[in-house]
T-cell receptor, first 109, second 114 residues
Framework: GQNIDQPTEMTATEGAIVQINCTYQ??????LFWYQQHAGEAPTFLSY??LDGLEEKGRFSSFLSRSKGYSYLLLKELQMKDSASYLC??????????WGAGTKLIIKP | NAGVTQTPKFRVLKTGQSMTLLCAQD?????MYWYRQDPGMGLRLIHY???????AKGEVPDGYNVSRLKKQNFLLGLESAAPSQTSVYFC?????????????FGEGSRLTVL
């Protein structure tokens, strides 16, 4: 079967750095997405990786290793507004998105 | 700048009742999707559409029907609601599933079936 694994919950301190990991086993690979979802709101797109390496976008970076079936989302200079769930999703060989259950990130002052 | 709009936002149904969720997008996207989101689980695809007049089953289609009569609208119907269908439903759209484009989500519709 296909599955996406990410930690259920993480806690970090305002101003710090946090890394959210995602491992996947899917039938083929056509890219990996990270979405942010604040409580009670819709998911919003953060990043897309299809090649190995690091993609940087402001305070957020996303890394991919296809050989290891592994990605991480790195959040720097954490702000209280970063408290949210972060969803990892992989597009399989049929271009279907497989979603992880999400990681709830709690930021403490 | 509406994007993707879902109605209603909240609904409570009794077992056996029927209802329709409406999704409208103003971005001229070809692809539209209906997902459900349950605690501790990833988003699960119910049905999707690759263009006006087309629909296809996703991962969890049983108990739901859909229609895409107009490009901008995608309707999700529950003919006979069951408590297992209590969930938050998200509609999403994209320009193309095969392009690295993002999904644009509606605000969600919270459905409770008693």
């Amino acid at each position: 079967g296909q599955n996406i694994d990410q930690p259920t919950e993480m806690t970090a301190t305002e101003g710090a750095i946090v890394q959210i990991n995602c491992t996947y086993q899917t039938s083929g690979f056509n890219g990996l997405f990270w979405y942010q979802q604040h409580a009670g709101e819709a998911p919003t797109f953060l990043s897309y990786n299809v090649l190995d390496g690091l993609e940087e976008k402001g305070r957020f970076s996303s890394f991919l290793s296809r050989s290891k079936g592994y990605s991480y989302l790195l959040l720097k200079e954490l702000q209280m507004k970063d408290s949210a769930s972060y969803l990892c999703a992989v597009m399989d060989s049929n271009y279907q998105l497989i979603w992880g259950a999400g990681t709830k990130l709690i930021i403490k002052p | 700048n509406a994007g993707v709009t879902q109605t209603p936002k909240f609904r409570v149904l009794k077992t056996g009742q029927s209802m329709t969720l409406l999704c409208a997008q103003d971005m001229n996207h070809e692809y539209m999707y209906w997902y459900r989101q349950d605690p501790g689980m990833g988003l699960r695809l119910i049905h999707y559409s690759v263009g006006e007049g087309t629909t296809a089953k996703g991962e969890v289609p049983d108990g739901y029907n859909v229609s895409r009569l107009k490009k901008q609208n995608f309707l999700l119907g529950l003919e006979s609601a069951a408590p297992s269908q209590t969930s938050v439903y998200f509609c999403a759209s994209s320009y193309s599933e095969k392009v690295t484009g993002e999904l644009f989500f509606g605000e969600g519709s919270r459905l409770t079936v008693l």
